[in-house]
């Protein structure tokens, strides 16, 4: 079997036009990136007047030289430092202090004979 060549990606856009993302991107690799990372569209860092200051292989080399989530050997601490041990001090123990309670107020209706009366009656018997 013989291996055909890659085929190139061609988009159509709303307005009918094909377009090669490929070619557009390989004419803007050295464009400044639009963002905060002081980047170019290829990946480069850029510093100021848009010269490279690491190109990019030194970028993704760096990236996978640091292991992510793997576990160490060593047990670093991250917690503050136990805070030294002093003396006990003496400390005066508190007066107990009479507590004054208030009286609970309690509302009283007057009884009248509510008892006798049943329905509107009772329920009419307080709004005179």
Do not use: C
Not at 6 to 23: C, F, H, L, T
């Amino acid at each position: 079997m013989v291996a055909r060549a890659p085929r190139k990606k061609m988009y159509r856009s709303m307005q009918g036009r094909m377009i090669d993302i490929e070619k557009l991107r390989a004419a803007n690799e050295s464009t400044q990136a639009v963002g905060n990372m002081n980047v170019n569209a290829r990946g480069d860092v850029i510093g100021a007047r848009g010269k490279i200051v690491t190109p990019k292989e030194t970028v993704i080399k760096k990236y996978y030289e640091q292991p992510k989530g793997m576990a160490s050997d060593t047990v670093v601490s991250k917690r503050m430092p136990a805070p030294r041990k002093e003396a006990p001090k003496q400390v005066a123990k508190p007066t107990p202090v009479a507590s004054k309670t208030a009286p609970k107020k309690t509302a009283s209706k007057p009884k009248t004979e509510a008892k006798s009366k049943k329905g509107i009656d009772a329920a009419l018997d307080g709004l005179e």
